[in-house]
């Protein structure tokens, strides 16, 4: 994979990357190199499969979820009517 420095990234893709990166930073602390591979990661994850980079740092990390100002995805109520009739 070529260098992120070295590709012209538009300004959408520049927005998402520091997405990723903000949560990378946020998931690895002073580990710099492991944040901007995971930053990597989550970057080409969300371009190609549509998964955002607070979903899949909740997914390794699942007490994370707060910090990012995530709620967990509750599954739906089920709903019990009583047929009139």
Do not use: H, Y
């Amino acid at each position: 994979m070529k260098a992120l420095t070295e590709t012209n990234l538009s300004v959408s893709d520049w927005i998402q990357l520091s997405r990723c990166n903000r949560v990378a930073t946020t998931l690895f602390g002073r580990d710099r190199r492991a944040a901007d591979s995971w930053g990597q990661f989550a970057w080409a994850k969300w371009k190609l499969e549509g998964i955002e980079p607070e979903d899949l740092a909740c997914q390794r990390a699942p007490g994370l979820a707060k910090r990012l100002g995530r709620a967990p995805k509750a599954a739906k109520p089920t709903v019990f009517r009583r047929e009139m009739g």
